[in-house]
């Protein structure tokens, strides 16, 4: 038969003065020190790290994955309040986890935001330690709460965002709520200094298929701005030669060639360093700058940027980019000098023994062999560097590294025989430039 220990007796005629005492006892337990029996574990003995409390079954959007209108209508029952935990009943829990090993707790519903003064129990929550805070939200109310969920100790948002399209969005949501409103939440959030933010996004067949890759590109460029304009304070303390570092993601997406990217970031850096904005060119053999660009990427690279070039072949391209260059970076104070083979930059992550040699994917079509437009001369490399020895260009003349990343998915015969050598070359010039 079960032993049943009674810790209390709340019951008491007055339902306000047996609320009362109800609470005090509640608060009294929550604030007593716990002796822990040893961390959390699972049945393969893991530590667990994470604690998901859900703050209310209730909801503002009728997501039709979630919470579709034909059940959660207007006749569902939710909990009665009474039902819910109360905030201090919450802290004990949430305590009792913390004393055994828990070291981030999320905050979920229903809509949590919807809870009346979750701020409060956000303190609560705060005051356990050193723990990871952070609330799981549709962002409707976001706006109105960032502000004051920060100054409670939270630590970070995760935004469920389905889509950026406004009337995806609403049919998604089903209560017509646009996106604009999530969004506007999501920079207030930010701007409160709720970070890392997050952003989740369900997929459903048949109604947000393409808003797939909008969200990431638009997660893209806001990480990598957000990543340049958090560097930006930095640099003024930067010896010239570590600045690089902070446009290192821009270099690896020139790597890339993703040029509209690497575009945002060189100018959000730029607003906020006074950098030189920099165009990123395709074609080295095709490469003309006017005084103007000249001078722009000029203090672009003595500021601490990079540049790396490639898929030039034969001598006349070798003289026009040399000459073009040289407007920038005068040959008299910057001179071109080879990049031997036991120099660093071939060595950062892998051993490289030589240059590779790769055409463009279209030549390779058309000969199968290692070079393109005729060109029959070894690749060479050769670099360019500030007063102080760090190299602002590279250039890797007489080969295409590029397409070996860029064009892989097209064939299999060519990713197996060009692009391994190729990401090789490619990760050691971005660490290199990263870290000199």
């Known amino acids: 038969m079960a032993t049943i ?16 005492r109800h609470d005090a006892f509640v608060r009294a337990a929550a604030s007593e020190a716990t002796a822990a029996p040893g961390p959390l574990v699972d049945a393969r003995g893991r530590p667990l790290h994470d604690l998901r409390i859900s703050v209310t079954d209730r909801c503002n959007f009728r997501c039709v ?28 829990v949430a305590k009792l986890f913390v004393d055994r090993g828990v070291a981030k707790i999320r905050l ?63 049919a998604m949501n089903d209560v017509d709520f646009p996106v604009a409103k999530v969004l506007d939440g999501i920079d207030a959030a930010a701007a409160a200094g709720l970070a890392p933010l997050k952003v989740n996004m369900v997929v459903k067949r048949g109604m947000n298929e393409r808003s797939i890759l909008p969200m990431a590109r638009q997660e893209e460029v806001e990480a990598a701005i957000a990543a340049a304009q958090r560097a930006a304070p930095l640099m003024a303390e930067m010896p010239a ?19 509209d990217l690497a575009r945002t970031i060189a100018a959000e850096a730029g607003k906020a360093l006074k950098f030189a904005r920099i165009e990123v060119e395709r074609a080295a053999s095709t490469f003309t700058i006017a005084s103007e660009e000249a001078r722009r990427l000029r203090e672009y690279l003595l500021k601490g940027g990079f540049l790396f070039v ?50 463009s994917i279209q030549s390779w079509r058309r000969t199968g062999g290692n070079t393109d437009r005729g060109v029959m001369a070894p690749p060479s490399a050769h670099g360019i560097a ?24 097209e064939d299999p015969e060519y990713f197996y025989r060009f692009s391994p050598d190729s990401y090789a070359v490619g990760i050691n010039i971005v660490l290199y430039a990263m870290t000199h």
């Open 310 to 359: 490639s898929d030039y072949w034969g001598d006349w391209a070798k003289e026009q980019f040399d000459e073009q260059i040289g407007l920038a970076l005068p040959p008299n104070q910057f001179p071109i000098v080879d990049l031997p083979l036991n120099h660093p930059i071939w060595h950062t992550l892998f051993d490289l023994k030589n240059i590779p040699q790769m055409p």
């Open 5 to 20: 220990i009674p810790l209390t007796d709340a019951r008491l005629p007055d339902a306000a003065e047996q609320r009362a």
């Open 386 to 409: 500030d007063s102080d020895g760090h190299l602002m260009v590279v250039m890797l003349h007489n080969t295409d590294i590029p397409d070996g990343w860029e064009r892989e998915g």
């Open 241 to 259: 030669h570590r600045r690089s570092a902070i446009l290192g993601g821009a270099a690896a997406l020139i790597l890339e060639r993703k040029e």
């Open 65 to 92: 994955y979630c919470m579709p209108k034909d059940v959660f209508d207007s006749d569902y029952r939710f909990l009665p309040h009474g039902d819910l935990l109360t905030f201090e009943e919450i802290a004990r």
């Open 108 to 170: 979920t519903g229903g809509e949590p935001l919807l809870r009346r003064n979750v701020e409060r129990l956000v303190e609560m929550l705060a005051r356990l330690g050193d723990i990871d805070l952070t609330l799981t939200t549709n962002g409707a109310l976001l706006a109105k709460k960032a502000a004051g969920l920060r100054d409670a100790g939270l630590t970070r948002v995760t935004v469920s965002l389905d889509s950026l399209d406004d009337a995806t969005f609403r």
